[in-house]
């Protein structure tokens, strides 16, 4: 079946700094994915997405990475600020078909 | 800007009391979804519908979970004789496509007693 996982549970990062934040996923058939943060208390809000014809994409602030060779996508949020901290979880589609593949969730930590 | 509504918010409930959870979607959106997110853990499927009918489920919907649009607008899931273990957040998603982007209500939390 389908694993979406984070490789960190907690990022901590200095504000005005970048963040990366990874996820791997292991069914080659997934072909949408999509990075939601969610704050405490609230439903996940979508940040970005991207499709498998593609390796990048960028967003106001972020940029998202996609290496379908080690099945490998990442967030990156540049000069990160204090609004920003959060959960951040990657999802995938399968087949482009309904249902999304939830990952652990990775907490962002902004510190001053 | 549309958003997904959810009500109540929060929803106590004594183990073997029926729930229903209600949703609004965004109103063009033809897909549904229910997910859960149990305290501290990633966000599960549980179900998907469209066209008035349940197009996927996981495991986890079982036959104490049904889900209903009742109308036009409202989306609902009824969970029939609630256990401990259903305490969780429920999140209502809607999409306009099959593929692509979910968007998510701020979500009911359960909690069975």
């Known amino acids: 079946g389908e694993s979406v996982g984070l490789h960190l549970p907690t990022l901590s990062v200095q504000e005005g700094d970048n963040s990366i934040i990874n996820c791997a996923y292991s069914?080659?058939?997934?072909?949408?994915f999509i990075w939601y943060k969610q704050e405490s208390g609230k439903g996940p809000q979508f940040i970005i997405d991207i499709r498998s014809n593609m390796d990048k994409r960028q967003g106001q602030r972020v940029t998202v990475l996609l290496n379908k060779t080690v099945k490998h996508l990442s967030l990156q949020i540049a000069a990160t600020q204090p609004g920003d901290s959060a959960v951040y979880f990657c999802a995938a589609q399968r087949n482009s078909w309904g249902k999304l593949q939830f990952g652990a969730g990775t907490q962002v930590v902004v510190t001053p | 800007e549309p958003e997904v509504t959810q009500t109540p918010s929060h929803q106590v409930t004594q183990m073997g009391q029926e729930v229903i959870l209600r949703c609004v979607p965004i109103s063009n959106h033809l897909y549904f979804y229910w997910y859960r997110q149990i305290l501290g853990q990633k966000v599960e499927f549980l179900v998907s519908?469209?066209?008035?009918?349940?197009?996927?489920k996981s495991e986890i919907f079982d036959d104490q979970f049904s889900v209903e649009r009742p109308d036009g607008s409202n989306f609902t899931l009824k969970i029939r004789s609630t256990k401990l273990e259903d305490s969780a957040m429920y999140f209502c998603?809607?999409?306009?496509?099959?593929?692509?982007?979910?968007?998510f209500g701020p979500g009911t939390r359960l909690t069975v007693t």
């Open positions: 519908f469209y066209n008035n009918e349940i197009s996927e």
């Open positions: 998603a809607s999409s306009i496509r099959q593929a692509g982007e979910q968007y």
């Open positions: 069914n080659s058939a997934s072909d949408y």
